[in-house]
């Protein structure tokens, strides 16, 4: 991801404006919501905001997890991504079977066509784009300037993908499948744990192989005082695990659904163009309950809108504190990079549409929930991503 | 810090400023600022999400009320 352990070497000097305008920041939201909306919708910023907390101390990055495995052999951040779907499935799996009539409902979504090309188009823009969902808004929180290109163009990407899901949803596919009705929670988990036991197993094998020897940062402690990597950072990978697990059940808990992030970039971009006179109820996406509502209200009562302003201002409250804040924006931008940035948003924007979320929503959030979208959905995206990897360099990218 | 600085303060606050602005605006045209100023008569989320039994996931799949729709 944007940074790494070889920044974390140098001392972490908290940087006093950014922390306290990211405070500000988090204050007036805080306060806007509780006066306007609900006390949940408080609770959920304040959840994002760990979360984003989380993601930046954490390094928590699935884009450069999976390329450092494809291209250097090395598998700790893709354990860590299997441990954190593991821990989640046990977290959420057993809330959603037994509080079945709380109103809760998990991340299922259809399995076909739409599922595959989406899928495969984000894992191929997260290569390109420098970042999946979640690494593409905590980054931006971070103040990365080429991250807030491909933000744009994923909003871009996003708004096309509403535009032309019916047509995909028509083609060839069938409903969703959740593994806890079939095999009963207990199954359910069963069948979670050990697909990502056997991955992880799969993971050591070819590192051992390749080096013959395995990272173990997954359990590794923290580098300094703990006081101190709780707030400057950086965190353990286990932290990182542990938070992002429970927070995606706390906005289980609190939302009624796992945890999303990309719904709401197309519905910032579709009131943009709304704005400026575009009528967006010409369009069926936009014309179901959901989303109509959502266009029609105010994104502070739009749960995904309000969890990601919780995690950017989150992720730029962990960059100030570390000092850290615009770093990942240092020198001159290759041309081509930003145009791989583009071309990265838009392929995750429209992807995410198809594939009924991205990493987080349908990946993270659907394995979570039994769903087989979410293991359908990290298998295309794998490919996509294989590919895009190779094409790295030609756009100024670097796999180291 | 000031030295190693890679930002421009008045660019970050300005940035800021105006995504504010932009959230302020659409949530002062929205149905759930007009039902706090004491109007009625129209739904909102809050009211949409009490009046579904099953929360709908925003994964952007249709919700069941709306294949159920497209099925009449």
Known sequence: ??????????????????????????????????????????????????????????????????????????????????????????????????????????????????????????????????????????????????????????????????????????????????????????????????????????????????????????????????????????????WAVVVLAVGNLAVLLLAGHPWGITFAFGLWGAKLLQAVGVDMGQFEFWSWDYPAMALADSVLVNVTSVTNFGLLVGAMLAAGLAGRFNRASQGRIPPRSLLAAAIGGLAMGYGARLAFGCNIGAMFSGIASASLHGWIWFAAAWVGSLIAIRLRPRFSLSND | MGANRTYSRARLAITLLVIGGFILADHFASPTFRRNMGEGGFETTLSQRESQADACAPCGAPCPSDQNNAAD
């Open chain 1, 1 to 238: 991801m944007a940074h790494t352990s070889s920044t974390a070497a140098e001392p972490r000097r908290a940087d006093r404006f950014v922390v306290t305008t990211a405070l500000t920041a988090a204050a007036v939201l805080a306060a806007l919501i509780a006066l306007e909306t609900a006390p949940f919708l408080v609770a959920l910023f304040f959840v994002g905001g760990v979360l984003g907390i989380g993601l930046y101390h954490g390094a928590f990055g699935f884009t450069g997890g999976w390329r450092r495995f494809v291209v250097h052999g090395r598998g700790s951040a893709l354990r860590a991504q299997l441990a954190l779907l593991a821990l989640a499935t046990v977290l959420i799996v057993p809330v959603l079977v037994f509080a079945a009539d709380a109103g809760l409902s998990g991340a299922l979504a259809p399995v076909g066509v739409s599922l595959l090309v989406g899928a495969f188009l984000f894992g191929f823009g997260m290569q390109l784009g420098g970042g999946c969902g979640s690494g593409t808004l905590f980054t931006v929180g971070a103040g990365n300037i080429r991250m807030m290109l491909t933000l744009v163009f994923f909003v871009v990407g996003s708004v096309l993908g509403t535009l032309h899901l019916p047509w995909w949803l028509d083609r060839p596919g069938f409903d969703p499948v959740n593994l806890a009705g079939g095999l009963g929670a207990g199954g359910a988990i069963a069948l979670t744990l050990a697909l990502c036991a056997g991955l992880a197993w799969w993971v050591t094998r070819i590192e051992r192989r390749r080096h013959g020897d395995v990272e173990r940062r997954l359990l590794a402690g923290p580098e300094g005082g703990v006081f101190s990597s709780l707030f400057k950072g950086p965190w353990p990978l286990i």
